[in-house]
């Protein structure tokens, strides 16, 4: 029997695990274009930006939201600290979980 392929967030407003996968960990899998990636990235801003772990942010956002310039060997959670993006739980956590060298 032929497989049928869905096209996601175009035809019913959700993604597909696969398209989810891709705007989190990077490449366009699953989606026809780069601006089919992109649109898909704006329309679920929200639950891609819940789906990624503490002091991190998907792939999507360091394409199509970020502005600043990242260092070289600079992780995520450096970035956006120096950038002023971490939010206040996340300033709260780097504090707790003691990240700064000393």
């Known amino acids: 029997m032929p497989r049928v392929r869905?096209?996601?967030?175009?035809?019913?407003g959700e993604l597909t695990t696969q398209q989810?996968?891709?705007?989190?960990?990077?490449?366009?899998?699953?989606?026809a274009d780069?601006?089919?990636?992109?649109?898909a990235f704006w329309e679920h801003h929200g639950e891609i930006m819940a789906a990624t772990n503490v002091l991190t942010r998907p792939a999507a956002?360091?394409?199509?939201?970020?502005?600043?310039?990242?260092?070289?060997?600079e992780?995520?959670?450096?970035c956006l600290e120096r950038c002023g993006?971490?939010?206040?739980e996340?300033?709260?956590l780097v504090e707790k979980w003691k990240l700064h060298p000393r």
Do not use: M, N, V
């Not at 780069?34 to 649109?39: G, I, N, T």
């Open 61 to 73: 956002f360091w394409l199509f939201q970020f502005t600043g310039k990242r260092k070289p060997g």
């Open 90 to 92: 996340e300033e709260r």
């Open 85 to 88: 993006l971490l939010t206040a």
């Open 20 to 31: 989810t996968f891709s705007l989190i960990l990077g490449g366009q899998d699953g989606f």
């Open 34 to 39: 780069a601006a089919e990636y992109e649109e």
């Open 75 to 78: 992780r995520d959670w450096e």
């Open 6 to 12: 869905r096209r996601g967030h175009l035809l019913r």
